[in-house]
């Protein structure tokens, strides 16, 4: 280390020999102002320019990841969309061929039934016969006074007893008719009710057809905005997207919790497996890895389940296979499937025959009495539960790969955005940084000139006096730049 | 996609099986060696090992090794071994073995006869040989004496011993009339053993006296 006193030009006075080691820096201070002033420009410009430029760069990268983002997300919607129409084509095709195609009979059966009602109706409308002609014969008779006679009054009461009788008859005759006539309308009151129902039938089918219709509409519509690229279809699946991969990461979690319940039912009985004293890494046994292995393959048939009934759509590949195929590996993985969930409930049931064994070893070890037999089945009850549990839980876990397909698409979204948010911040931190540079590159000059003013000064009062022109001690622009 | 979730599985197959080849799983494993003194006045006490060996047996895991063996006259003998024992892999056939081999300590241990001299560190050394034999990770030698040696005129053990890496527990270290008298000469043993053990290479000394806390067996200081 340098001693100060090394320094001191006059080793009794150290202000002196100071104030010289001053002076002498100024002058060499200011005898290397220019190339001093070009130096710390350049290096400011230099930084800043740098900063400038990869700020420009990460500000157009974050465009292009917008860009991107809203290519994929519109992508990704119009793909939704189209399914959905299709789904919905395919329910309205379902409707009219099941529906309508029955729509010969019912109208053959409807105009059956009207023609049977008129003719009913017209058989309805035939009057009685008319009254016979001897009415106005009888209303002449009628006329005839009674103060005729014994042999007329005699007529007469036969002609009124005969006229009774025919009046009797025909009247008998008249509501029989009616009587009829009320049968047939009773009888068309069964084809009234029918054809209201068939009515009513053909007009909720129409009501489902034209709700169809209405749901396709409004598709349609979202999908020509989508397809149109429209900055509202993209705010309104950016939203969607974000509340499918909140939704996603939910029901992920559960399932998680689902997954660490069926390892807590099966690490213990793996042991019997594959050995209780194996370990993997410090603190993994292998039949804790083993148990694991389990689970994720309980979940990968799942998933290759869902995909193979075109219920997920992760893997082209499934997807696009044949029928054949496709119904081959949905039987191949269901069977798996069962297999894996009755060796899991086999499992769950050794471990509580483990539990037991171990209980009964340490009570003999304590040497303490025997404990008391459970209560038959009631006792069972945990054991039964475990192995519902063990047999259940894995097609419970199989339908992960439906919110694990929301969570991956929306994931997409989800972090694009992020990244393209987090670009721009940096974009914005390295333009604030070529910023401060330029401007330190000024705060340094200034500051320079302000360690060599007294040198300035002189030169200023020394070009004065020389009548020159006159320079500022201060003589830098807004810039940085010295003036002329 | 597919490539994506491939280079990712590929990466924690990566990092599992690195971790995996950092460790040595017999680290885990555990063999523990139980002398029990049956010399003198002690073999009174040997009821109380019984309660020792019992908790090993509880706690000790499938894939441990145990042996419990006496110290009397002379101890550097493997028929000195009362029982031993590899507990198998699998938790059930562990359990039957445990079960056979208390029953074997308890009927030694109802039946022990007292020894004219107590050779413990024969008994010491043999059991070190057995210890490096199991190649466990942890190895424990318990001593259930009064750590008070006696030898007979013949017999040699005053020369260095190794028990390298291995964890030497004294239980039960009972208090001689002599150390009633002058407890010096209790401490003074116990601190001279404490030499002895740690120069031969032994990770841990520890006296535990009191059999309700066992526990501190498997515990380090």
Sequence with gaps: ?????????????????????????????????????????????????????????????????????????????????????????????????????????????LREEITRIEEDYKKCGEVPPPPPDWVEAVAAVAQIRSGGGEVAQKILDEIRQSIERIHDKALGEYRRAYEERHDILEGILPFWRSIEK????????????????????AQMKKYRQIAAKSDEAESILATSSFTQFNIAAIVLTIALGGAFINFKLIALPMSEMVGAGDYLTASLRTSEVAALVIILVEASMGLFLMEALRITHLFPRITNLNDRARRRMVWISLVLLVTLAVVEAALALMRDVLIADKQALLQSLAASAPAAPSDGWVGRIPMAGQMVLGFILPFALAFVAIPLESFIHSARNIGGSLLADLVRILGFALRVLGNLARHLSRLLLHFYDLLVVLPLMVEHLVRSLRGGPVVHPRSLDSTGELKP | ??????????????????????????????????????????????????????????????????????????????????????????????????????????????????????????????????????????????????????????????????????????VNVTKLNTDNIDPRRYLGRLEAWQKRVERAGASEWKVINDLDRLDAIFTKS
Excluded at chain 2, 46 to 68: E, F, R
Excluded at chain 2, 111 to 140: C, H, P, W
């Design chain 1, 1 to 109: 280390m340098t001693n100060l006193q090394d320094w001191m030009i006059w080793p009794g006075n150290t202000v002196l020999s100071v104030l010289i080691l001053v002076l002498i820096a100024m002058i060499g201070l200011y005898a290397a102002r220019v190339p001093m002033h070009g130096i710390i420009r350049a290096i400011g410009y230099a930084l800043a320019g740098a900063l400038r430029l990869a700020s420009r760069w990460l500000f157009a990268a974050a465009v292009q990841m917008k860009e991107r983002n809203k290519a994929v997300l519109l992508a990704q919607g119009r793909r939704e969309v189209g399914q959905r129409i299709e789904r919905e084509f395919e329910r309205v095709g379902v409707l009219v061929t099941r529906d309508l195609q029955g729509y010969p009979v019912l109208q053959r059966k």
């Design chain 1, 198 to 217: 068939t009515l009513k039938r053909v007009d909720k089918k129409l009501g489902d057809l034209a709700e169809n219709a209405a749901t396709v509409d």
């Design chain 2, 1 to 170: 996609m597919i490539k994506r979730t491939f280079r990712a599985l590929v990466v924690a197959l990566g990092l599992v099986t690195a971790a995996a080849g950092c460790t040595d799983p017999r680290n885990h494993v555990q063999a523990v060696y139980v002398l029990i003194d049956t010399s003198g006045t002690y073999a009174r006490e040997a009821g109380k090992a019984q309660v020792i060996i019992n908790y090993l047996l509880g706690t000790l895991q499938p894939g441990d090794s145990l042996a419990v063996a006496r110290v009397q006259s002379r101890s550097f003998s493997e028929k000195d071994i009362i029982a031993k024992a590899m507990f198998d892999q699998r938790p059930t056939q562990a359990n039957a073995q445990k079960r056979a081999f208390r029953a074997k300590t308890d009927a030694y241990l109802r039946t022990v006869q007292g020894s004219a001299y107590t050779d413990i560190t024969g008994a010491m050394i043999q059991g070190a040989e057995f210890l490096n034999e199991t190649g466990a990770g942890r190895k424990t030698i318990l001593i259930f004496s009064d750590m008070q040696e006696e030898l007979d005129k013949v017999t040699i053990r005053s020369f260095p011993i190794s028990l390298k890496d291995i964890r030497v527990i004294a």
